[in-house]
């Protein structure tokens, strides 16, 4: 049994982080946007989530906000009763937070394209990364979202179903199936006329201009599309550990997510899916072994920086281009052998 | 020139400061469709300021370019480079650029403009560009096979001859309905027999393709053997101008060169 919560854990972490990576590897591996704030539409996209499973969820149930707001006590127990005894009303709400957090997070990437496209490719990421610290400011100074404390219980959709194992086994399938959509998509993105135009633009802008590509409008659709995808990722991952506080959406998990896509290759889908699938592991083995550091002078979570840091410089010595580098697209080698087929 | 050439690409009095530097005057140049014309002039003179106005990096402080389009003359300076482009006007630059994670086939797929695939809708649904893509690939390998370098499709450009890859670049614009060509010093850093073979190679360009072709050159020498007429500047203003053997006897032209 605790192995299968094990792996049902696992691998629910594994499926909103893939979601990071996979975005991610398109945006920097592929169209040249160094996003150093990943973080910023992440926790954009939990905290809408969050507020919408809770405030609306409140609020089509008929609980006086006013005076049991989300983030205090009576609150969490009101909302504990709601998800357990009206489950197509938490489902509904569920569904419309996800979409929201798509197209709102969307929307923000694709209106911060507008500077980035002003200040010049080498600062795009700094201006990014600042972005994701302005953000976490907001959050912890906004009372309206629990300050410092952020907010509690928030309704998992399917913890009506009774039985924990089943309610987050339902939960895992669901985010397997949206990552399964986000690497399909991607996956024929890359290997379409778009993504070699992607490419051309990330090996040189200034040539992709002269041959007639609209380099500005180009990137603001991917980055619409990859923040979006970034925000629904930050929505299920509150939705899954119930809770959302400022201290979760540090510059750190930015990081982690490029170390992510520096390991498995940031030029692939497949690559960016092998890296998070690598490191959440690690991320989640690590507490189990608490044990076994029983007599270490400092917590085992200390160690996770030195094993990423280890497995990033074994594999970019022994991979440079990390473990699963870019491959032609197939297509156009078919095309070719169809060809030569139909010359004889 | 004759009176009688259509000119297919014309710039009038066009001026381009820089704070105080005067890097281009009032220079005013006239391409006939179909020709290989020559612009040639001492270091510093203005002749690449001159291309990237005509391409639309910079805007003239003064003056006009204006572009004969299949039907009507359109006024083209000011535009940004992407929609220069797309009128049929393709440049080359002094250091080739081509892209280094593409293969050669892909470097010549990325080139034209308006592709199916290229908005993500349809980039996601296979069947919508499948057959477009098909043409491309069709088209790309029919020029390389013309050109004799069905050899490098699958190539990346650190594979490949500097001469290769400069040949890369002009071909990548035969994939586009291009009118105009402006290359940059294509023969620098070129031997002379491979600087030969690019030139026949651009004549050949220029014949099959009914072309236009504005070259900057430093080889005076290589560039007479095949321009039809030559525009020499010097220090931002336009020096003289006529056939390659009267403007190589011009006196003003050799002082420029190699002083009193």
Redesign the interface.
Known sequence: MEIISFLVNWLTYFAIYALLAITLSLEAGISGITNFGKVAFFGLGAYLGAVMNTYLLLAISGVDIGKAPPYTAEGVVALTRISASNPPLVVGVFTLSILVSFVVTGIFGYLLTYPIIRVGAGFVGFTLLCVGEVLRAIYINTGFVGGTYGMLGIPQPFIWLGNPILSSTCYLLLTTFILALTYTLTHRILNSPLGRTLRSIRDDDIAALCLGKDVPKIKSKIFFLTSGISGVAGALYACYVSSVNPQMFVTLVTFNVWAMIIIGGSESSIGATVGALILTLIERILPLTASFYGYLPFTPDYLRPVFIGLIMTITLIRYPRGLFPRKPPRIIKTIVEELEREAG | MSGEERHILITRNVSKYFGGVKALEKVSVSIPEGWIVGLIGPNGSGKTTLFNII?GFHVPTEGEVFYRTSDKIVRIDGL????V??LGI??T?QIP???????V??NL???P?G??????L?????RS??ED??NL??KA?SILTKFNKLDI??KYPAELSVADIKLVETL?GLM?PARVYLLDEPLAGLDLPTARTLLKFIKEVRDTYKLTFFIIEHRIDLLMEIAEYVYVLHAGKLLASGKPAEVIQNPDVVKAYVGE
Do not use: D
């Open positions: 391409t940004n480079p992407h929609e482009y797309r393709v440049r630059f650029r081509i892209f280094p994670s593409l293969t086939l892909e797929l990325v080139t403009i592709q199916r695939g290229e908005s993500i349809n980039a996601i649904r296979w560009w499948l893509e098909k690939v069709k390998l499709a699958f990548r586009t």
